[in-house]
DNA sequence: TTTTTGAATTAGAATTATTCTAAATCTTGA
DNA sequence: TCAAGATTTAGAATAATTCTAATTCAAAAA
């Protein structure tokens, strides 16, 4: 089960329909067949995967793709705004083709990643930012337990007992 | 000038005064002159610098200290909760010795980075997080132009030709 | 249609940041 | 003083990514 499904958010992408194309053609890229393959494969079959994710998940169906190609879909579609970069820690870079404002939850029990919203203008309001600054992107990572997680952990014991000190 | 001075923040560190030395002890650690000559390089001389810069700036004073010992100090320093990681990019990672809830703001213009403050209940309102999640951290980086960037980006043109568009 | 031009793909080399390893040195407590 | 273990070190190893140069491919021009 993907993360995607087992925290059952609805997963939603800056390309649903022909997006795809017209986004790479404003930025004088062609659609190949590598390309509409990689990017299916980042937002249908895995969660926030790293390259090397995609490139193995490539390959299933498109056995003689090689890794240079999906470094080099993925920095395109990065250029042309289709995918963005997470970086979560100091491993690899992961890719996420949700391209709306959203946060990242990192489960640190089970280690799956998945998107929170979150509301740009009272984010902004929230941040004590200096006078003059101009903010043109967020990038924000939750770290912590997940639902499910925290379900585990807690059933054996009784609430009052629980250490989980959430903030 | 560093950013801290440039940006004219104030710095709020986790160790003024012997904590530095508890904290080790607590740890199982011991206070010795290379550790207490890499921490002072984070705290005072740079802002949150990468290992190369820390370790660069450290031999000016202590020439013999070798890049593994820079590497495992800021490890432990990690560990025992006297520095935190930043990774803000696919570049190298950042210490920051900055233990408070604050977020980072990267300039796109200079490449400077600073601290900016917020509150982690009002954060975490902001946040669309799921039922039964138990947030324990939040990372979050800003990407604009800093104060000084977008004043040298604007006083060549009126304010209604700006193109910036913040948010 | 053929040619030309440049984009896309590729394997493998190179690079960068970091971690590992094993030896030498230093500290502390017995 | 000795033993145990922590610290430091150089250099090797690793992981992720980027670069390079050759090849293939596709679209536009002739």
Known sequence: MSARDKH????RY???AGDFEDRLQASGLRMTPHREHVFS?????LDHPTAEQVFLKAKESMPDISMATVYNCLEKFVECELLRL????RGATRYCPNMH????????????VFDVDFDRRKL???LDLPQGAIPMGYEVAVR????????????DISPNQSKLQPN
Chains 1, 2 share one sequence.
């Open 8 to 11: 059952n958010r609805q997963g």
């Open 101 to 112: 404002d959203h946060s990242h939850y990192y489960c640190e029990s089970c280690g799956d």
């Open 41 to 45: 494969v980042v937002c249908r079959e």
């Open 144 to 155: 912590g337990l997940c639902p499910s997680c925290r379900e585990e952990q807690t059933e």
């Open 124 to 126: 902004r309001q929230v």
């Open 86 to 89: 997470v970086q979560l820690d």
């Open 14 to 16: 800056a390309a649903p």
